[in-house]
């Protein structure tokens, strides 16, 4: 029987379970991953399919149209079909924005755990949509004892995230809070650097997480510089990403700089406490494979 599980199945999640079942996930047999970008403007058509042997297949369709908001519409929308493994049929229906808040958060979520010092105590978050609601619940979970901080170009969306959230600061000048922060979390539409690497301070990490499309990146050349970089996934952010796929076309990055992504596991740790860790975050089918899965068995119980 095909399940339909829809928002209501969240109190059944756990940040940390998600995280530790990505990590899993990337033990089983490489993810075989199929993308599909169409634009029209600023508008994107996203189709992104995935099959893990072992855990089944998945088609994840998203729209990203970033005028919605302004007709008071989500920006993202789409949908999700997970289906068996064994014989392919349709196992769940997955509500597009359950999937996408957990896979998203939880991605970034375990290169915080795996890279950032477990003492982290001050957590900025840059920008104040989705990503940054999801980070703020999904950090929580690994730092209980850290204060958050929010910055976002207008403060509008910042008042809106307050009012969940009233003992999250807000912080006026971005070079300021950068310098101060032990996690950065960017989670934002830009397609220029908004975090420059001449503000990063010994000992931080950084997710970059709103970069999606060939123009669009949160960090500067010197960011990648400074950092040891890491990527959730090499086959989804060389190519496809503006904030990796731009210094490599310039030259003044490569793909060797690159440690490791999460098929290379055990490269993701921390050297010492003053280095500068980065990782991004490009997402890609086979991890929302792997969340699909982890919420359907959670709803199961299993």
Not at 53 to 61: A, E, S
Not at 74 to 85: E, H, I, K, Y
Not at 94 to 118: E, M, N, Q
Not at 227 to 241: L, Q
């Amino acid at each position: 029987m095909t399940l339909i599980i829809g928002p209501d199945a969240e109190d059944k999640l756990d940040w940390i379970a998600l995280s530790d079942a990505i990590e899993a996930g990337h033990r089983m047999p490489r993810a075989e991953i199929g993308d599909t970008f169409l634009y029209r403007g600023d508008d994107t058509l996203l189709s992104r399919a995935a099959w893990i042997t072992g855990m089944g297949q998945l088609v994840k369709t998203a729209t990203i149209f970033p005028g919605n908001p302004d007709r008071n519409i989500p920006a993202v929308n789409g949908g999700v079909c997970l289906f068996s493994d064994a014989d392919g049929r349709l196992e769940a229906i997955i509500d597009f924005h359950l999937l996408t808040k957990w896979k998203t958060a939880g991605d970034s979520l375990l290169a915080a755990r795996k890279l950032a010092r477990p003492d982290s105590k001050n957590i900025l978050l840059v920008g104040a949509g989705n990503v940054a609601r999801s980070m703020r619940q999904a950090y929580a979970a690994a730092f209980p004892d850290a204060s958050f901080t929010i910055w976002n170009r207008t403060l509008g969306n910042v008042a809106s995230i307050r009012a969940d959230y009233p003992d999250m600061s807000i912080a006026l000048d971005l070079k300021e809070a950068v310098a101060d922060a032990d996690i950065i979390a960017t989670g934002t539409m830009s397609t220029r650097p908004v975090i420059r690497g001449k503000w990063l301070q010994p000992g931080q990490h950084l997710d970059l997480i709103g970069a999606y499309r060939p123009d669009m990146r949160e960090g500067d050349d010197d960011v990648l510089r400074r950092a040891r970089v890491f990527v959730d996934s090499r086959a989804t952010t060389f190519g496809h990403i503006g904030e990796l796929k731009i210094p490599l076309e310039e030259g003044v990055f490569f793909e060797s700089d690159v440690v490791g992504d999460y098929y290379d596991m055990e490269t993701f740790e921390r050297h010492s406490d003053d280095e500068i860790t980065l990782c991004k975050n490009g997402g890609g089918a086979h991890l929302d494979l792997m969340v699909a899965r982890y919420i359907l068995d959670a709803v199961r119980g299993s």
